[in-house]
């Protein structure tokens, strides 16, 4: 059974730092591709950064050099540090997992986070 489970979002500073946790049954993590996405009030999701199972990473161009996606495979656990956050970050934010050999897409619940100017 494929399960993510998010964690780790809150209310923060601009300015300040967060980590995402998103907790991955093992067939969640042997997903071809593993990535955060975030849906603001009144926007469309959008990915924010991905990580293959062969660690190859991608970001979206507004939070480059600012946040950093990795992945543990002993805890099978998918990270998000999250830095010198802005305002424009605020966001619901997604675990998700493409899993077979058709990327089945799977989500996580979800964790807000709220950045406070």
């Known amino acids: 059974q494929v399960q993510l489970a998010e964690s780790g979002g809150g209310l923060v500073q601009a300015g300040g730092s967060l980590r995402l946790s998103c907790a991955a049954s093992r067939s969640a993590f042997s997903a071809n591709v593993m990535g955060w996405y975030r849906q603001a009030p009144g926007k469309q999701r959008e990915l924010v950064a991905s990580?293959?199972?062969?660690?190859?990473?991608d970001y979206a161009d507004s939070v480059k050099g600012r946040f950093t996606i990795s992945r543990d495979n002993a805890k099978t656990t998918m990270y998000l540090q999250m830095s010198s956050l802005k305002p424009e970050d605020t966001a619901v934010y997604y675990c998700?997992?493409?899993?077979?050999?058709?990327?089945?897409?799977?989500w996580g619940q979800g964790t807000q986070v709220t950045v406070s100017s």
């Open positions: 998700n997992a493409m899993v077979g050999p058709l990327f089945a897409p799977y």
């Open positions: 990580i293959t199972s062969g660690g190859s990473t």
